[in-house]
């Protein structure tokens, strides 16, 4: 950049140079004439004066020339009848050249000093306002590069930089060797954030996050952001991975805890990815690829931490996308099967069953949800695939099952697509099937997007008839502060409650989660029940319905179709 400012300085110069020049060229040019002028003018007042005095000479004879001239001046130029009858007999004639040229110049001469001043200080007002343009322009320029190569929000250095870097660090290390680390780092639902604070709070979150990371960091490290809640980091002459680690748990500690907004609080945390290079056979976009799917690591593990860069991710990696697209052909082949899991009252009433995706993969068998629909989401196949299901248990459940209530997982993907609503009711009206025997299940993933569109969706919903039910209540930050917030019906206790029962303080837990539904009038169904005592301690704490393995399976239809035979059964005779 000095470069580049001395060059835009050398530049102004240049221009300024010509104007200097011709400043100089003039005032030399003024003298000179007025100086040729004086010369010419006392040339041509001499050879006058000169003819004057030899015609007056040749007029008297030369015993008339007295010694009483010899000083005379011809100032007064007579003529030349006049100058030889002045001469008295006896007396002699002297001629000196006249001077009259040098009086012009005399005379000339302020006026000659006045334009040469003037032209003097025109030229030294170009050369300051010149000298201050180009400054201005260096300042400008300076200006412009910076701006190219750094966050305007944060003053982070922006992409384009993050790369020029990280290309020097890895020649650096081709010649002299050591190590370069490479961060790849994102803000923890920062878009949570942005949606329920605004955009103003949103801003202060990143530029609080961007200085708490520059802190954190040496003056040879460099600091970008990348863009929206991503941000990177450059790491040259790393001390070895015990030195990167350190640098890396020092960035989850200082992008961590609350943070006091011009909104209102927010929790800052970060995942972190880290690529540590020690060789020179690694190039930027593969050290960046690298620490990318550490970051990815990171996400998956829970967040809030850092994960450093393994070859065993590289074969997760060929292994998701090697799943990505056995799913797309599992879904044109119709490889995906929909399971019906059993929800019973607290007096044992089967009461309703929710409808669960499964996948029975030719070699890998039954492959979990917890797996293939987070791949769904993220490849935009959980659209299809949610139809599909949806569809599927429509259909199945009015025409097997119409006295129970079914219950369809949807995606906050889902949510989102525009002619959600649109697709929803023309799946009903094709499996002839009453919105009122439909409960549609979101997760709290799918009400932190707080946003007008989404409630004006669920609210619709909720118009025509469906049940909404919140699931995996108490596992998120803001369950509590969206129930009034939102048209939901019922609220579902995630299996991690259920699983820790026997925990005196998770029950005290358990029991205040159900008070507070029953405060709202909202039912209550607590899923991942599979032991008897967790049954009667949910019974008894006034859960409204139960859903686990020590109730019922999830199963093909044939399964709940005998399940109901035999309630019926039960039920005639009793």
């Known amino acids: 950049m000095a470069h580049e400012a001395r060059t835009s300085s050398s530049a102004g110069m240049t221009l300024l140079a010509p104007l200097l020049g011709a400043s100089v060229l003039a005032i030399v040019a003024l003298f000179g004439a007025t100086m040729v002028l004086g010369l010419a003018v006392n040339h041509a007042a001499d050879r006058r004066e000169q003819r004057l005095v030899e015609t007056a000479v040749r007029a008297a004879p030369p015993q008339a020339v007295q010694p009483a001239l010899k000083d005379a001046r011809l100032a007064d130029r007579p003529e030349p009848g006049r100058l030889a009858a002045a001469i008295a007999p006896g007396e002699y004639l002297t001629w000196r050249s006249s001077t009259l040229g040098y009086d012009v110049l005399a005379r000339m001469a302020p006026l000659v000093a006045g334009i040469a001043g003037f032209l003097a200080g025109w030229g030294y007002w170009m050369y300051r306002r010149t000298r201050r343009v180009a400054e201005e322009l260096v300042a400008s320029e300076a200006q412009a590069q910076h701006l190219s190569l750094h966050d305007p929000m944060t003053g982070l250095a922006n992409r384009a930089l993050f790369h020029d870097r990280l290309s020097m660090a890895m020649n650096n290390l081709a010649r002299s ?10 803000l923890d639902r920062f878009k949570q954030v942005n949606d329920t604070l605004g955009h103003q709070a949103g801003d202060e979150f990143i530029r609080e996050a961007a200085q708490r ?52 609080q927010a929790v800052l945390s970060c995942s972190v990815g880290v690529s540590i290079v020690d060789d020179d056979f690694t190039d930027s976009d593969e050290a960046i690829r690298q620490a990318d799917l550490a970051l990815y690591r990171a996400k998956e593990e829970g967040r809030g931490r850092y994960t450093i860069y393994g070859e065993e991710m590289d074969e997760k990696a060929r292994l998701r996308q090697q799943m990505e697209v056995e799913l797309r052909e599992a879904l044109s082949d119709e490889l995906l099967q929909v399971h019906y899991q059993p929800r019973f009252a607290a007096d044992g009433r089967l009461e309703s069953v929710e409808a669960l995706a499964r996948w029975n993969h030719p070699r890998r068998g039954m492959v979990s949800p917890a797996v293939f629909i987070p791949l769904a989401e993220e490849s935009g196949l959980i659209h299809e695939i949610g139809e599909f299901i949806m569809r599927e248990a429509c259909r199945t459940a009015a025409r097997r099952w119409p ?25 009903m009206a094709e499996a002839g099937i009453d919105p009122h025997k439909v409960e549609i299940e979101i997760t709290e993933g799918a009400l932190l997007q707080d946003d007008e569109k989404t409630q004006s969706l669920l609210r619709t919903l909720r118009e025509l008839g469906f049940t909404l039910a919140l699931d995996d209540f108490g596992t998120g930050y803001s369950s509590l502060s969206y129930l009034h917030l939102y048209p939901v019906d019922r609220i579902k206790i995630d299996r991690s409650f259920v699983s820790n029962l026997g925990n005196a303080e998770v029950e005290k837990l358990v029991r205040a989660m159900i008070q507070l539904a029953q405060a709202l009038d909202l039912e209550v169904t607590a899923e991942g029940v599979e032991t008897a005592d967790q049954h009667a301690a949910l019974v008894s704490a006034g859960c409204n319905q139960l859903q686990g393995y020590f109730l019922g399976r999830p199963g093909e239809p044939e399964d709940i179709d005998a399940l109901l035979k035999t309630r019926r059964k039960t039920s005639a005779a009793a």
């Open 177 to 186: 060797g050591g190590v370069v680390a490479v961060f790849c780092i994102d």
């Open 213 to 264: 990371l520059a802190a954190c960091c040496r003056k040879t490290d460099t600091v970008a952001r990348l863009g929206g809640d991503e941000f990177a980091i450059v790491a040259p002459s790393a001390e070895g991975r015990e030195g990167v680690q350190i640098l890396a748990d020092r960035i989850v500690h200082a992008l961590s805890g609350r943070l006091e907004l011009a909104g209102g």
């Open 403 to 427: 006295e129970l209530i079914l219950s369809v997982n949807v995606s906050p993907v889902e949510l989102s697509r525009p002619d959600f609503l649109e697709r929803t009711c023309a799946i």
